[in-house]
Each structure stands twice: as structure tokens, then as C-alpha cells.
């Protein structure tokens, strides 16, 4: 069964570096989204992504994030300057299309800014 | 926007017994209402979901009944079993109508003790 993977599954970072995290959705999926998961904490959106632009994002998605889908497998987020309240799981998930709303997520990446 | 409370935040059952974790949300746009899974540093995974146009959906063990009026939807699960212990959280969608963003309930940690 197709499933969503992510990069790196751990990533250790100095505030103020820039980290890329990547994620390959479902083949086939049309829609994209990051969430992340503090820890002990719920879910949170962070952002959604069709047709190669952002579709909606929420106020946790700052200047200091970007999305892109370089090819055509590949979905990444990344963060300009990690502060230390970016620590957190990362979950990416894919969606294949208007008339299937359920969405798959990833293993996640964990990212610890020091 | 969109708020998801549940509740408990913990339940502590026996082998054998039912366990039900409620939620409501507050958007009365939200059409679609997946619950996850997660276990301990995995992702989360879709268990069970139901559509705004549906009162009630079962998979074996687990269940799902939705109050449209109420603004309320449960997860039912019977015969509970050590292996179902996790955290679950519900979330709301206005998924049926183009590529909304899940929102997220606080989670409840299940434990299903032998």
C-alpha cells in the first residue's frame, strides 16, 4: 500500500540555521499539507498546497516558512531562521483529490532546535 | 474559525470493556470528521471517518455516531484490547467542499489495561 515518507526522520538544528524538511506524498495525490505536533500537544495546520501554490495558511505559518514542490514527487517546507519554539514533529500529508477527503500523513520529522 | 474540543484527555479501561471519546466542534460547515491513531512516535492514522450525511458508521470494532444538531461526534470502541491502547484524536473538516485543512481535537490517551 502507497505511503507518504518523509526526510530526515530526526533533524538537529543551532537557532537561527535554516532546515529543509522533505516529504513524498502519495503518487497520484493532488493536494498537500504540513502540520505539526508539539510535543504531548494536538496537531496543528500549518499549510495547504495546490496546483504548485498555497491554497490556505495559518497564523503559525510566518514569513520565516516557505513551501515548494521542486519536482514532481517531491513536497518541501522549510524554515529560513529556526527559533527555539519551532521544536516539534512535522507531518506531512497528501490527499488524493476533491472527492476523497481523507488525508494520509507521514512518520513525521522530528526537528529540535538548539 | 473552526474548534474541536474532546474529551477525556485520558481514559483507563479494562480488556474487555467499551471505551467512548466525545468531541464537538463549533463550525457548523464542517462536513467530514476523521479520528486517528497514534501511537507512541508513530503518525497518526485514519481509523475510522464519517460525512455530515451519515448518523452512524462501524468497522468491527470501532464506531462512529454524529449529532449534526449538537455539534457533537463519538468514537465507540468494544471489546477493547491492549493493542488499541494510543492516543486518538477527532478532527472536523469542510473536506467535502475542496481542500480544507483538518482541525484537530487535544487527543485522548487510551490505555487498555490486560
Known amino acids: 500500500e502507497p505511503e507518504v515518507t518523509q526526510t530526515p526522520s530526526h533533524q538537529v538544528t543551532q537557532m537561527g540555521q535554516e532546515v529543509i524538511l522533505r516529504c513524498v506524498p502519495i503518487?497520484?495525490?493532488?493536494?498537500f499539507y504540513w502540520y505539526r505536533q508539539i510535543l504531548g500537544q494536538k496537531v496543528e495546520f500549518l499549510v495547504s498546497f495546490y496546483n504548485n501554490e498555497i491554497s490556505e495558511k495559518s497564523e503559525i505559518f510566518d514569513d520565516q516558512f516557505s513551501v515548494e514542490r521542486p519536482d514532481g514527487s517531491n513536497f518541501t517546507l522549510k524554515i529560513r531562521s529556526t527559533k527555539l519554539e519551532d521544536s516539534a514533529m512535522y507531518f506531512c500529508a497528501s490527499r488524493a483529490g476533491t472527492s476523497e477527503p481523507e488525508q494520509f500523513f507521514g512518520p513525521g520529522t522530528r526537528l529540535t532546535v538548539l | 474559525g473552526e474548534n474541536v474540543e474532546q474529551h477525556p484527555s485520558t481514559l483507563s479501561v479494562q480488556e474487555g470493556d467499551s471505551a467512548v471519546i466525545k468531541c464537538t466542534y463549533s463550525?457548523?460547515?464542517?462536513?467530514?470528521f476523521p479520528w486517528y491513531k497514534q501511537e507512541l512516535g508513530k503518525r497518526p492514522q485514519l481509523i475510522i471517518d464519517i460525512r455530515s450525511n451519515v448518523g452512524e458508521k462501524k468497522d468491527q470494532r470501532i464506531a462512529v455516531t454524529l449529532n449534526k444538531t449538537a455539534k457533537h461526534f463519538s468514537l465507540h470502541i468494544t471489546e477493547t484490547q491492549p493493542e488499541d491502547s494510543a492516543v486518538y484524536f477527532c478532527?472536523?473538516?469542510?473536506?467535502?467542499?475542496?481542500?480544507?485543512?483538518?482541525?484537530f481535537g487535544t487527543g485522548t490517551r487510551l490505555l487498555v489495561s490486560p
Open positions: 503518487s497520484n495525490h493532488l493536494y
Open positions: 463550525d457548523s460547515a464542517s462536513n467530514y
Open positions: 478532527a472536523a473538516s469542510k473536506a467535502l467542499v475542496g481542500f480544507q485543512k483538518l482541525v
